[in-house]
């Protein structure tokens, strides 16, 4: 039986959902979910998840509504598995890290503006498994007030999210304190009490 137990993990305003998951498939014999060896008289336990957490890029209907039926872009969602996780978050950390450069942004007048200069330093570009993962600095115009922010992509110009600083320091928060084979193994055990 193929199972898949999904956690959402956080939802940022009508941005981004990330989803921590689980898949098995309990009939599966070349790597079996769980195994138990007797070698002489010691007992060896396996016990083989593979946890992903996944990035999607929400959409909305131009009224402002929720589109759950639009076609499925592959490029809108990011799957970080554990061998990717920890690239995706060093270079979330280390972004983080450098809005904190006193010369990235400045004020002319009332108005927030970006140093081009110091954002092309700041500008992170890398793989995370196949998907080509991009992080700039970047200003965000909301009801005529200026933020703070990060340009967030997935493999494409058509699936950027604009995040401003609060929200990327509560992915920051979120994804430091995840530890994905403890929350894996958690999440197995409630798979296994509820069936």
């Not at 959902?17 to 070698?39: C, M, Q, W």
């Not at 995706?88 to 904190?100: A, Q, R």
Request: net charge negative; hydrophobic share 40%; charged share 20%.
């Amino acid at each position: 039986m193929k199972a898949r137990i999904k956690y959402n993990l956080l939802r940022i305003h009508n941005k981004l959902a990330i989803d921590f998951s689980i898949g098995f498939d309990t009939e599966r014999d070349k790597y079996p979910l769980f195994r138990i060896n007797h070698v002489n008289e010691n007992v060896f336990m396996d016990l083989n998840l593979n946890p992903f957490i996944q990035l999607s890029i929400l959409r909305f209907a131009e009224d402002g509504s929720f589109q759950t039926q639009q076609e499925w872009n592959p490029s809108d969602h990011l799957t970080l598995t554990k061998s990717t996780f920890p690239i995706f978050l060093h270079n979330l950390n280390g972004i983080l890290k450098d809005f904190e450069i006193p010369k990235l942004y400045s004020y002319r007048g009332s108005r927030l503006e970006l140093n081009e200069s110091e954002a092309k330093k700041v500008h992170r570009s890398f793989l995370c498994g196949r998907s080509t993962v991009v992080m700039d600095p970047t200003v965000i115009t909301q009801d005529d007030t200026y933020y703070e922010g990060m340009r967030l992509m997935f493999n494409g110009e058509g699936s950027i999210v604009l995040l401003p600083i609060d929200d990327i320091r509560t992915l920051a928060y979120t994804f430091n304190a995840l530890d994905i084979h403890t929350l894996a193994v958690q999440l197995y055990q409630n798979y296994l009490h509820q069936s």
